[in-house]
Each structure stands twice: as C-alpha cells, then as structure tokens.
C-alpha cells in the first residue's frame, strides 16, 4: 500500500494540530477583550485621538435619509471612533444624557466563583468613560488645544490631556460569565478642576432611555413627552425613588474624577464645555474659571461658596469640591432649585446649574474618602510580613 506508518501517524498529528489550532482560535474570539492590545483597540475607537472633521448629521432625517449620505453613514457604523466624527457639537440637550456601551463577560474574566471579577470592571469602566468625553468634548478638546497652543507660540504640546484622578466602584449584583451588560455613562457635575463622570453597569436590554437623542431612528413611533430628568418634576421623582433602593437592573456603579492638562496648565472643565458648545449663555455676573499651574488653591476673584451664605446658583461656578461644606452646599443647591427659569426642556444657564449642584452634592461625600491618604503610617507601625506575589514578578 502506499500509505506507510509514518504517513499514517503524519496525517494523525496533522489532524490533531489543526483540532488543537482551531481550539484555540474559538478561545481567543470568546475572549477577544483579553488578547494582547485587545484594550488600546477599545481604546482608539474613540474619536478623541485622532484628527477631526466636522460632518454635517440632521436628527430630523429619517434614517433612510441619513444612510443616504456618506457622512450620516459613518456616523450610524457601530465603531463610529473614525477621526471623520472627532469634532462636532451636540445639542444641549445632552450634556447630562448617558451614553450606553455594551459588552459580555468574556471567560477571562470570571473568577472562581464563575461571575465577573472584580478587577475587570476597571477596565470596561475606563472604555465608557473616554467613548463619552470623546464625544462630548471633543469639538471643546481641539478648540482649547489649538487656541493654546497658538497662544504659546506653537511651543509645548499641541494636545490637552485628560488625566483621571480617582475612581470607585460599588457592587450590587453578579454578571456571570459571557452574559451581556451595558455601561450607561454620563457626566454627573464638574468643579473649577474636575470631571466627575458616573457609570452604571446594567443588564442587556432591561432599561431603554425614554429618547434616543443622535440616534433618533431608535425612538419609537408614540409621543415620547418632554425630558425630565432634571427641572421641578425630575426633582420630584428623584425624591420620590429616595429610600426605594437602587434599579434592579443595576450590576454596579461607579464615579471617576478627569482633570484637563496641558503641560502643567489646569484647563477648567467650564472652558471645554463652552468650547464644546454645551453650555447656554451665562448670566453677565457670572465670571468663567481661569486657567492655573494649581487650581485647588484659592485665587483671587473666586467665588467660594463657603464665604457666602446662600449665594446664587451662578456664583458656585468656580468652587472646588474640596471647598464645600454641607451647610454650604445645601445653600448652593437650595439656590439653584429656586432660581428661574425657562419652561419646557430649553437647557437655560440656571437649569444647567441645577442639576450641577445636584450631582455636586453627591460627588462630595465620595471626595471625601481622600482623607483615608492620612491614615497610611507607614515606618511609624510594624507590619505583619512581607511576602513575593508569583507571578506577579
């Protein structure tokens, strides 16, 4: 026969090969998160790194429409992270609107006990974030670095860079392994310094937004009412969910701090978002945060809500989380509840406010868990042991 032994068992390894080759490709695609630069893809789909071109998009048009165009084409493609969306402005509407990313637990994410690790959430949560203020920020992100970088000459960096201060994460449910979850990501307030952006993990498809604002071909065909997340309704219902505990959809929840840098120059989060044309006109005695090598110390010309009781909702602008006491930031927000301002959902400088001070109030009893940097001692107590974390190297 022609077929020999060797032939034989040749032809048997060769099957082998290709079983143990096709194993591992199905393994690498159930965890296409996980493999070696898996996260700066993610990462780079964000339209915040590359160059902008402004496109022109009408929500008005019927999606047919839309796809029609090449520009309303590349903004409907899932991965719309190409450097053609980098730089557009959105309505007002949406500055305190979520964007919602979804995913799975892929299998190198669970740990022994068969769900998503904790560790790994870090890692989505980073994603959400930066999809978000690439998108919302990113006209207000190229206006400021060219700006700056003309105003310096054309010396130092040509970019600004947004660094993260702190993050933290509560859990309330499990995500088992390969189950489906969306990140809701929005901006909950901002300081004379920081960002403070909130995500929430949440089950696939249990929670739908009452209205799609940039993907208006989502919304359905029935009255969808006016928006009241925020205003004298939205503050009812808020209160009347207090002490109802959180959504059940809810697997987790967390909040982290951005600063703006270029160089050592601090840019106010309320220059990016004016630049970003995200902010409505604000009142005459209202005065914008300047620019700073250190804007957590006092400057002259800030308004400090800790030095007035009872001050306007405007005159909060350029205050520090660090700078507010509860007596102080009851006052703040009781001012901005009671400030007018226009009827339905025209976004005025007064509801903006508002519902900054809002989330204002929440951010600080997280800020103040930097004190716990105080309770390291470090050579002034002895220690248990010090032992060699393998592999950890």
């Not at 022109?56 to 090449?70: A, D």
């Not at 590349?74 to 402005?89: D, E, G, N, V």
């Not at 060219?146 to 660094?163: V, W």
């Not at 937004?209 to 997340?229: E, F």
Request: hydrophobic letters at 40%; aromatic letters at 10%.
């Amino acid at each position: 026969m022609a077929l020999t032994l060797s032939t034989l068992l040749n032809s048997r390894n060769l099957r082998g090969m290709n079983f143990w080759r096709a194993l591992a490709i199905f393994f690498a695609l159930l965890n296409l998160k996980h493999i070696p630069f898996a996260w700066h893809v993610r990462f780079h789909q964000s339209p915040l790194l590359v160059g902008p071109i402004s496109l022109p998009w009408n929500p008005q048009l019927t999606p047919p429409s839309q796809l029609r165009t090449f520009g309303g084409f590349l903004a409907h493609l899932p991965l719309t992270s190409s450097r053609l969306l980098a730089a557009r402005s959105y309505p007002r509407a949406s500055l305190f609107q979520p964007m919602i990313l979804t995913s799975r637990t892929a299998p190198f994410e669970i740990d022994f006990n068969m769900h998503k690790s904790n560790s790994t959430y870090f890692a989505d949560f980073d994603i959400g974030r930066l999809h978000l203020m690439a998108r919302l920020c990113g006209l207000g992100l190229k206006t400021m670095s060219e700006e700056l970088y003309i105003a310096d000459g054309r010396r130092g960096p040509k970019r600004l860079h947004m660094g993260m201060g702190g993050v933290h994460l509560n859990f309330r449910r499990e995500i088992r392994c390969w189950q489906g979850f969306e990140m809701w990501t929005r901006i909950l307030c901002w300081d004379r310094k920081w960002f403070y952006l909130v995500t929430w993990f949440v089950e696939k498809g249990a929670v739908e937004p009452r209205s799609w604002t940039l993907q208006p071909w989502r919304n359905k065909r029935r009255s969808q009412g006016p928006d009241i997340m925020t205003g004298d309704e939205g503050i009812k219902r808020k209160e009347e969910k207090k002490g109802k505990g959180a959504h059940p959809a809810i697997f987790a929840t967390g909040i982290a701090k951005y600063v703006c840098k270029r160089g050592r120059l601090t840019v106010p989060p309320e220059r990016i978002l004016q630049a970003s044309e995200l902010l409505p006109p604000k009142p005459k005695e209202h005065k914008t945060p300047p620019m700073t090598d250190s804007p957590a110390v006092p400057m002259e010309g800030d308004a400090l809500p800790t030095a007035v009781a009872g001050a306007s909702a405007a005159s909060a602008a350029s205050a520090t989380i660090q700078d507010l006491t509860s007596s102080a930031a009851d006052d703040l927000l009781n001012a901005a509840l009671n400030a007018k301002r226009a009827d339905g959902d025209d976004w005025d400088w007064a509801r903006v406010e508002q519902e900054r001070l809002r989330g204002l109030k929440i951010a600080e009893a997280w800020c103040q868990t930097e004190a716990l940097g105080e309770e390291f001692l470090g050579d002034e107590r002895p220690a248990l042991g010090k032992w060699w974390d393998f592999p950890g190297i």
